[in-house]
């Protein structure tokens, strides 16, 4: 690989379907990399260390910021997030695309700093949607869910701000992938893909904030 690689960073919603999207787009195109985010959340069930998640303590994560290791952090339900800088640039110099999965509050900071990043926002066809796929999790108390519900509303209006928005339709991960993957190729040829531009696809925040 010649060319030097982009960042391009994918949000969403809780019930975004980030994940399995993410995971669809790096099985079909090997010049492209996911950056693995640090927390310091317990691990989920089946998660890895370092696959995942790097898992981190408070005092671990803070002294990472202190130090200027964190490309962006974000305090997100009650734990921090954040994405280590020098495995970042270490890929973008050898010519790999880098996906950053992260949430709106680190994306609007890497994007401040950083203006030729491209931000996506990943998004449910509409608000049920999004509340189906949380409780489906099983893995979350109520009170825990109805937390995640109300910022996924917040997130939701953050929209505007982000260069595309892409809708995740249940059972059409590779499909969006595909959609991604298109914005990708795009901005390598120097052009943009319209009608996934968040300028002309404002009317899905009405569906998604109840």
């Known amino acids: 690989m010649s060319q030097k690689g982009r960042i391009f960073i994918i949000s969403g919603p809780a019930g975004s379907g980030k994940g399995t999207v993410v995971k669809e787009l790096l099985g079909k195109h090997d010049n492209i990399r996911l950056s693995v985010s640090a927390t310091t959340r317990n691990p989920r069930p089946g998660e890895v260390e370092g696959v995942n998640y790097f898992y981190l303590t408070q005092k671990e994560f803070k002294e990472k910021i202190i130090s200027g290791d964190m490309l962006e952090y974000a305090k997100y339900s009650g734990n921090l997030y954040g994405t280590p800088r020098d495995a970042v640039n270490e890929a973008l110099e050898k ?11 680190g994306a609007t900071k890497v994007k401040k700093k950083n203006p030729d990043v491209i931000t996506i926002m990943l998004t449910p066809p509409d608000y049920a949607t999004i509340e189906k796929r949380l409780r489906g999790r099983g893995t979350e108390k109520p009170s825990e869910i ?8 917040q997130e939701v209006k953050m929209m505007p701000k982000y260069d595309y928005s892409v809708i995740n339709h249940e059972g059409k991960a590779s499909e969006c992938a595909d959609e991604i993957y298109s914005i990708i190729e795009a901005i390598h040829r120097g052009e943009e893909v319209e009608h996934l531009k968040t300028e002309n696809t404002k009317s899905i925040i009405k569906k998604l904030i109840k």
Do not use: N, P, T
């Not at 109805?146 to 509303?153: D, M």
């Open 146 to 153: 109805k937390k995640r519900l109300r910022r996924a509303r």
């Open 95 to 105: 010519g790999f695309d880098i996906i950053l999965e992260i949430e709106v509050e």
